[in-house]
Nanobody, 120 residues
Framework: QVQLVESGGGLVQAGGSLRLSCAASGRTFSTYAMSWFRQAPGKEREFVATITSSGRWTDYADSVKGRFAISRDNAKNTVYLQMNSLKSEDTAVYSC?????????????WGQGTQVTVSS
């Protein structure tokens, strides 16, 4: 069992930055690929970024490429999402998720989410 707890959300002005953290419980964190998703009010949940278990490979949604960066520290059981040049359309609840296989589309564990609000 893995529990995921996000933190770091808040209110920021457009053009600003935030760093989200997702802390995982358990000793198997380093075996999971990790991803960030977001869901804005009235919209479907959308993929933001993903990282392999080793941290060697990453991938991003086109809407955040060049502005967001996903990273992880397996010694701290934590995955991060550095968000720069934030836009009002980045406003959403951001959640992290874990899956055993990087290639899988099914996630095994989800966090509760953290709110990010970008004011224009």
């Amino acid at each position: 069992q893995v529990q995921l707890v996000e933190s770091g959300g808040g209110l920021v002005q457009a053009g600003g930055s935030l760093r989200l953290s997702c802390a995982a419980s358990g000793r198997t964190f380093s075996t999971y690929a990790m991803s960030w998703f977001r869901q804005a009010p009235g919209k479907e949940r959308e993929f933001v970024a993903t990282i392999t278990s080793s941290g060697r490979w990453t991938d991003y949604a086109d809407s955040v490429k060049g502005r967001f960066a996903i990273s992880r520290d397996n010694a701290k059981n934590t995955v991060y999402l550095q968000m720069n040049s934030l836009k009002s359309e980045d406003t959403a609840v951001y959640s992290c998720a874990a899956k055993r296989l990087y290639s899988s589309t099914t996630y095994d564990y989800w966090g509760q989410g953290t709110q990010v609000t970008v004011s224009s």
